[in-house]
């Protein structure tokens, strides 16, 4: 299984295009979204300096049918919306491969995040070809399966510390408590514990929605 993040150039016509590219400074996050057998249904949250003057060429755009405002604020904005141009929703259902939220769009560029089998990953970037976008990819790596970043014991270890209570607020199993219910010296229970604790750690921090880094906010 395979991780990808592209960077998809939104062509002239669907509303996040026109709107983000007419409006640079603001900031589109996608943060749900439904395709439909024709439109596209979905939850977008804009950030901008006049996030009024962009409600309303979103509102006015040819290719929203629907739009209600869900909060908002001096310079942020919750809108649900119903578009007849969903693009990237459309190349995602052909492909097979769903899309990861949010995505972040600005100045005309979508940033998508992807986890799938390296041919459906293949098989959405020809979609995209064919609906005429252009992206490109900044980067693809593999993601191991979770039962093979812990070994047997570690897992053993990390599941029967769940059990005792041991993460519990507040803790109802002391390190000490663990250590003699699995058989195991403090000090060692204590170490095993933290090495899968790490794992378990990064692995979680992998699965948050990535960041936008330094480098590529400079080319947009």
Not at 108 to 127: C, K
């Amino acid at each position: 299984m395979a991780q990808a993040r592209l960077v998809v150039e939104l062509p002239d016509g669907p509303w996040a295009a026109d709107v983000s590219r007419a409006f640079p400074e603001a900031t589109l996050r996608v943060i749900a979204a439904l395709p439909g057998e024709g439109p596209g249904f979905a939850l977008v949250w804009i950030t901008a300096p006049d996030v009024e003057a962009v409600l309303d060429a979103m509102e006015s755009h040819p290719s929203i049918t629907e739009a209600t405002v869900m909060n908002q604020a001096d310079n942020e904005a919750t809108v649900q919306f119903e578009t007849s141009a969903p693009l990237l929703l459309l190349a995602a259902k052909r492909s097979g491969i769903p899309i990861e939220m949010p995505v972040e769009i600005s100045d005309g560029d979508a940033v998508v995040d992807i986890t799938g089998a390296t041919d459906r990953i293949s098989e959405l970037g020809r979609q995209f070809g064919e609906l005429g976008l252009d992206f490109r990819v900044k980067h693809v790596r593999e993601r191991p399966q979770a039962s093979r970043l812990l070994t047997e014991t570690q897992q053993e270890l990390l599941l029967r510390a769940i059990e005792e209570g041991y993460y519990d607020t507040p803790r109802t199993c002391s390190l000490t408590e663990l250590a003699d219910r699995v058989g195991l010296a403090t000090s060692t229970c204590s170490e095993a514990l933290h090495r899968a604790e790490e794992v378990a750690v990064r692995r979680l921090i992998e699965d948050l929605p990535p960041q936008i880094d330094d480098d590529e906010a400079a080319t947009r």
